[in-house]
Nanobody, 114 residues
Framework: QVQLVESGGGLVQAGGSLRLSCSASGSFSGINVAGWYRQAPGKQREFVATITSGGSTSYADSVQGRFAISRDNTKNIVYLQMNSLKPDDTAVYYC????????WGQGTQVTVSS
């Protein structure tokens, strides 16, 4: 069983930055993928970025060049550095960790004001 706790959300003006963190507790080993997804009001949850345990990353086109995902494998923490934030980035951001199962965090609100 893996439990995920996110932090770092908040209110920021357009053009600002935030860093999200997701701490994973529990036991897992081997290849795993950590990622961030988001859900804006009235919209479906969408992919933002992922990073494998080996460090390979993938980004949605909408955040490429503005967001950076990273992880600390010694502490089982994944980060999402968000720069040049836009009002369209406003959403609840969810951490997802995939091992032999998929685990989701509770979400953290990010609000970008214009």
């Amino acid at each position: 069983q893996v439990q995920l706790v996110e932090s770092g959300g908040g209110l920021v003006q357009a053009g600002g930055s935030l860093r999200l963190s997701c701490s994973a507790s529990g036991s897992f080993s081997g290849i795993n993928v950590a990622g961030w997804y988001r859900q804006a009001p009235g919209k479906q949850r969408e992919f933002v970025a992922t990073i494998t345990s080996g460090g390979s990353t993938s980004y949605a086109d909408s955040v490429q060049g503005r967001f950076a995902i990273s992880r600390d494998n010694t502490k089982n923490i994944v980060y999402l550095q968000m720069n040049s934030l836009k009002p369209d980035d406003t959403a609840v951001y969810y951490c997802r960790w995939t091992t032999s199962r998929i685990y989701w965090g509770q979400g953290t609100q990010v609000t970008v004001s214009s």
